[in-house]
């Protein structure tokens, strides 16, 4: 047994590291950190867009880092911080999967640093970088169809023929999602789908509903938590 543990803290074993050494991979722990934030914020579409993520894409890579400056070469505290880590939960969900491949990234990054691994840090994060604003130009996974909610109500005049053939005019496909008649008063909301919406589409649509004597509101919602832009 003893031989087993003086065969792996052998294997482990390196040579301690110097003070220049440790400046220099949390100092590009932060820079790269710091690029790749800027990455996020720059490809990033939607409202989920947080400022505090982007500080934590900044500071994960350099405490990474830590962590491995830490255990290089040491069993006992290796496995002291990987017990101790263990304890630790997120609390806050990732609304987007995409933060979680930044997420990711920079802790890559910080385990690269931490291991003096610098140019295939700077080498991979080019390429990635390169990938992620590739993908953002050519907007990769974006539906050319675009889903929206139109809601219309107004009085006691109910023409529902007028409002289905404007409505035919200028969207792709629609349906009734739900209807409700009063006395003097009605709603209607429709699912439609625009194809390759413009602003001037939605205007042109709304206006020629309003022209119609009958109603008095019309909205128009998108229904997704990240908008299309």
């Known amino acids: 047994m003893e031989q087993i543990l003086e065969l792996i803290r052998g294997t482990l074993s390196v040579s301690k590291p110097d003070l220049l050494s440790i400046i220099i991979s949390l100092l590009l722990a932060t820079a790269v950190s710091f690029v790749i934030s800027q990455v996020y914020k720059y490809t990033h579409r939607g409202l989920t867009f947080e400022l505090s ?3 934590t894409l900044v500071v994960l890579a350099p405490i990474v880092s830590i962590v491995m400056l830490f ?14 880590l263990s304890i630790i939960r997120f609390r806050t969900p990732i609304k987007d999967t995409r933060d979680m491949v ?11 640093c931490g291991t003096y691994n610098w140019t295939i840090v700077i080498i991979s994060s080019i390429i990635i970088s390169i990938i992620m604003f590739a993908l953002h130009f050519i907007r990769y996974g974006q539906s050319s169809n675009i889903d929206y909610v139109l809601i219309i109500s107004g009085n006691s005049l109910y023409n529902f023929d007028s409002i289905s053939s404007i409505i035919k005019k200028y ?6 999602r739900s ?16 194809n390759k919406i413009s602003g001037k589409t939605a205007d042109e ?25």
Do not use: Y
């Open 179 to 194: 209807k409700e008649l009063e006395d003097d008063s009605w709603e209607i909301i429709f699912e439609i789908r625009f």
């Open 53 to 55: 993520f982007m500080t």
């Open 205 to 229: 649509l709304i206006s020629s509903l309003k022209e119609l004597k009958s109603i008095e509101k019309v909205s128009l919602l998108a229904p997704q938590v990240a908008l299309p832009v």
């Open 171 to 176: 969207t792709k496909e629609n349906q009734i």
């Open 102 to 112: 930044f997420l990711f990234w920079v802790i890559a990054v910080g385990l690269g």
């Open 71 to 84: 255990i290089r070469g040491d069993l006992v505290l290796s496995l002291g911080l990987i017990g101790s």
